[in-house]
């Protein structure tokens, strides 16, 4: 039986790192990612992929699909075609699951600049810490507007925008400074991705600014834009003339358009309210605790960090008596010690560092301890939370505590009434409050059945898990070599398994894992910011779930402040009930107004009445109403909902065509490992290789607990070193002889008749380098002896059928190829500039309309003038007195003065602009230069035999 030889194994490498279409490209980068993905994340990730010119894109998938998922995939498609200046801005809260998501999912490396890190940075002599050719920088908004000029240095080769919204006010000359210094400090980026759920919140002039923060030449001026689509709403002509212009710019696809096209169907959520009544210890605690951290003058609080040791201590306190006990215990061990109290007094809680940027932190040295006369003073809160701690430590009982008992009993009989498993999560912002919990799980009939999930995992329980995991698991491709994301992996799958029920997990512990096959959840902790309580429902609610989830939450009866925070989150922001992501419509709306965790530590701070305490959630009640009213619903649904394409048909071909080319990627693949490794045992989907067994998707990969064999980011596996070693071998002229007989029945059918029949093969590499990218072509050509010139099809299917090398020296004319070769280089660069002509004209078209947009805009001030010009002759016509005619006639004259200025300054500008338009104009069309080289790869004879025959 023949097999591949060399030639044919260089074929299969080049083809496998091919660029020749942009889908087939993202599809490559789909099938070597850890996670199944859907069409509408390849479609979104194509558009914004889709022409080098354009300065970027709004990704704005409705809540829920998966949009961390199609940035990923634009990110690592930048990184393979090495562009690595990569930074993504995100809320402080989403930095560490971006980064976990990028390194689990897609194997890419990042690094999260803060204050802190951009201090070790420095140490280890980077003079920019955001200078990292080999990660991927990831930074919050609030880090990246302080840091403007240093961000600004870099060229950066991609800028993502996570909850872009946060930047669409800065168009408005007394919006968001922040906003408008993230947007100066990225103005030199190549390539802008912006995603959100809700681009556009109170009107349209949102867009406007979102679109500025992609291209400044996209419309023309807030002015302009506002003449032509604010104050025409309600023309239907103005209205499809902005769905037309902007649908270059944003992608936006509906969660019914995915279910009707059938990759996601999204279940439900239901809510449960368990109360609970704190004894009268703990209710004396918390009150005593609450009463101290409102001194306006605490001694023992670092001025520095006062608001983040606040709040910290406040959300502590709210978990449980335990967690409060130790923490206090280190805080007075730390201040007899001469050490004021910071956020390192915090550790606890594993997310204090993401509060940093949200509550303020100065960079300096430590603050020294209190003057002398104020030490009294600080002896005093020593005393008085030393007196706490006893208190503290003296509680051995919880009423929290036992009403979780209660309701997760009554969790669970729902969800199994759902018909989902009897298993639940229960989210707690504090380690030792996650400690308590499993002691009083295990003592009340959970003994052996819970799983505890944090950032560090040292117990020795995990330890013991995540070790048979590793043995459960060696030698496959679950194995990732990150020890944080492999714990993860082991302590999820035993959650997963009949061996536990309840899985217990501080908020870092949860970011970035999927837990859909779990479908109840309960927040023992509630946090304040609402964007946090949707991402911790959304690690059970989300697609993939099959069943309706439950969600738990406690209201304390003896505290009016927590009430009205459940009575926000649940009667106002509808976080705990409906269909998934409902509430991100409004989370996205109030988000930038009302910075309402910051706004509710303020009222627990300051507040000391219950009708304090009333009155201002009243208000910020009120404040969140106003937000939500003014929304421009009909705007929204009109511009972003209808684009004129059938969608979900669209969605389809997507799946369709994605699938066609991994089928031929992974037979590609096969057939590689089969040329490459000869003791390979390879099979229709898979392969055996010195004992392993190697599958070429992620959901194989997981079910077999097999190696993942596939052309990943990070080149350093098996796959990339078979191509490497394949490309690298010097190929001589040589004579193959193929074998029909050794294909599969009815495969390349059309080479039948080639059976018997010889000729000339060359393969070449064609390569076309236009704006900044490059496109890779493989060019078979193929001629019989007879002068039959075989279709690249056929000619590219030879080189799929099985052959040996004929020992015979042989002597090749490669002359007969010179005109094969110049038709295919011909056909296929009148097929590129034909896509160049049609990025071209996308951005000439945009740039026509921008400078119509700064003419209109300019004419719009003479047309205001000569308007106020009329009506001011109308008003003189009617004075009586001639010295009020007089005085009326020179007012005359200023405005026409003013007229003729603002005329001479329009014809002026408007040859401005035209400069600007031409010298913009040359700058596209230098891109686009096309630059064609092509390179031999082999070239040999042919012959097609068929074994069977001559057997018959």
């Not at 536990?500 to 309960?522: K, P, R």
């Not at 609610?541 to 009866?557: C, I, S």
């Not at 402040?561 to 419509?585: C, H, P, T, Y």
């Not at 002889?737 to 590499?765: N, T």
Request: charged share 25%; net charge negative; hydrophobic share 40%.
């Amino acid at each position: 039986m023949s097999v591949f030889t060399p030639y044919q194994s260089a074929y299969f490498a080049y083809w496998l790192t091919q660029t020749d279409r942009l889908e087939n490209q993202v599809s490559r980068t789909m099938a070597a990612a850890r996670v199944d993905l859907n069409p509408h994340q390849i479609a979104a990730a194509c558009f914004a992929l889709k022409s080098p010119l354009a300065k970027g894109v709004l990704l704005a998938d409705e809540v829920g699909l998966g949009k961390t998922i199609e940035a990923s995939l634009v990110i690592a498609q930048k990184w393979a075609e090495c562009k690595r200046r990569i930074l993504l801005v995100t809320p402080a809260s989403l930095r560490k699951q971006w980064s976990q998501e990028l390194v689990d999912k897609f194997e890419l490396p990042s690094i999260i600049i803060d204050s802190k890190v951009a201090r070790e940075q420095r140490q280890l002599g980077r003079v920019n810490p955001f200078d990292q050719p080999d990660h991927i920088v990831i930074c919050s908004y609030e880090y990246v507007a302080a840091q403007r000029d240093r961000v600004g240095l870099i060229d950066w080769h991609l800028v993502v925008f996570d909850e872009a919204h946060k930047l669409r006010n800065i168009y408005n000359p007394k919006g968001n400074k922040r906003a408008k210094d993230v947007v100066r400090a990225t103005a030199r980026a190549e390539s802008r991705v912006l995603l959100s759920a809700t681009p556009i919140q109170n009107n349209l002039m949102e867009l406007y600014g979102l679109a500025s923060v992609i291209d400044p030449h996209y419309f023309g001026d807030a002015k302009s834009f506002r003449s032509l689509y604010v104050n025409r709403q309600k023309s239907g002509d103005a209205l499809d003339d902005l769905k037309q212009r902007i649908e270059p710019l944003c992608h936006r696809t509906l969660r019914k358009q995915v279910q009707q096209e059938g990759g996601i169907n999204f279940t439900n959520r239901y809510a449960i309210t368990q109360d609970f009544t704190p004894n009268e210890a703990e209710w004396e605690l918390y009150q005593k605790v609450s009463s101290y951290l409102q001194r306006p003058d605490l001694q023992a609080i670092s001025q520095q960090a006062r608001h983040l040791v606040s709040i910290g201590l406040r959300k502590i306190l709210a978990s449980s008596s335990f967690a409060i006990a130790e923490t206090l215990k280190g805080m007075v061990e730390r201040l007899r010690d001469q050490q004021l109290l910071t956020e390192d007094s915090l550790g606890d809680l594993e997310e204090a560092d993401d509060w940093l940027d949200q509550f303020g932190q100065v960079d300096g040295d430590p603050e020294p301890p209190p003057e002398q006369g104020k030490q009294a003073r600080l002896a005093e809160e020593i005393a008085l939370l030393s007196e706490y701690q006893q208190l503290a430590a003296s509680i051995t009982d919880n009423a929290k505590g036992d009403a979780l008992l209660v309701v997760l009993q009554r969790a669970l009989q729902m969800t199994e009434n759902l018909g989902g498993q009897r298993k639940a999560v229960i989210f707690t912002e504090s380690c030792r409050t996650q400690q308590y919990l499993d002691r009083h799980l295990q003592a009340h009939g959970y003994a052996g059945r819970t799983v505890l999930l944090n950032g560090s995992n040292s117990d020795s329980s995990s330890k013991q898990t995540y070790q048979a995991w590793l043995q459960r698991h060696a030698g496959s491709g679950r194995i990732s070599g990150s020890r944080p994301a492999d714990m993860k992996a082991a302590l999820v799958e035993h959650f997963k398994s009949d061996q536990a029920d309840i899985l217990i997990s501080t908020e870092a512990g949860g970011e970035g894992i999927n837990l859909q096959f779990c479908s109840v959840l309960i927040n023992y902790d509630l946090p304040w910011n609402p964007q946090k309580v949707e991402q911790r429902i959304g690690r059970v609610h989300r697609y993939g779930q099959k069943h309706d989830v439950v969600v738990v939450n406690f209201v304390n009866r003896k505290n009016p402040a927590d009430q009205r925070v459940f009575q926000l989150l649940n009667d106002k922001l509808k976080l705990f009930e409906g269909v998934f992501g409902a509430s991100d419509e409004i989370l996205g709306a109030i988000a930038d107004d009302i910075d309402i965790e910051r706004r509710i530590y303020d009222i627990y701070q300051h507040c000391r009445t219950d009708a304090e305490i009333e009155a201002h959630f009243d208000q910020l009640q009120s404040d969140m109403e106003a937000i939500l009213q003014v929304r421009e619903e009909h705007a929204r649904q009109t511009l972003l909902s209808h684009f004129d394409r059938d969608v979900v048909a669209a969605l389809k071909n997507t799946r369709d065509s994605s699938q066609d080319f991994l089928s031929s990627h992974e037979q590609v693949l096969l057939d590689l490992a089969r040329a490459e490794l000869p003791g390979a045992q390879v099979e229709r989907n898979h392969f055996v290789y010195q004992g392993q067994r190697f599958d070429l998707s992620w959901p194989l990969v997981q079910a077999n607990d097999s190696e993942f064999f596939r052309l990943q980011t990070t080149e350093h596996y098996l796959a990339w070193e078979l191509v490497k070693r394949a490309k690298a071998r010097p190929l001589l002229d040589a004579h193959l002889v193929f074998d029909y007989a050794d294909l599969q029945a009815g495969q390349f059918a059309a080479l039948r008749p080639l059976i018997g029949h010889s000729g000339l093969l060359q393969l070449v590499q064609l390569t076309f380098t236009f704006a900044n990218t490059q496109r890779r072509h493989l060019l078979a050509l193929a001629v019989s002896d007879n002068g039959e010139v075989l279709s690249r099809e056929n000619a590219e299917h030879l080189l799929c059928v099985p052959a040996r090398i004929d020992s015979a020296p042989v002597q090749l004319d490669t002359r007969v190829f010179q005109p094969l070769l110049e038709e295919a280089v011909a056909e296929q660069q009148a097929l590129t500039e034909q896509q160049l002509a049609t990025y071209f004209e996308q951005e000439t078209t945009k740039l026509e309309r921008w400078a119509e947009d700064r003419r209109q805009a300019l004419s719009l001030r003479v047309q205001e003038l000569d308007e106020e010009i009329r009506a001011y002759k109308k008003q003189a016509r009617q004075l009586a007195s001639t010295a009020e005619k007089v005085q009326a006639k020179k007012g005359l004259r200023s405005l026409e003065r003013q007229r003729d200025d603002a005329l001479t300054e329009y014809h002026e500008a408007r040859k401005q602009i035209e400069q600007q338009e031409d010298a913009l104009l040359d700058e596209i069309s230098g891109k686009l230069e096309l630059d064609t080289q092509t390179t031999t790869l082999f070239s040999i004879r042919w012959t097609l035999t068929d074994h069977s025959q001559v057997s018959a």
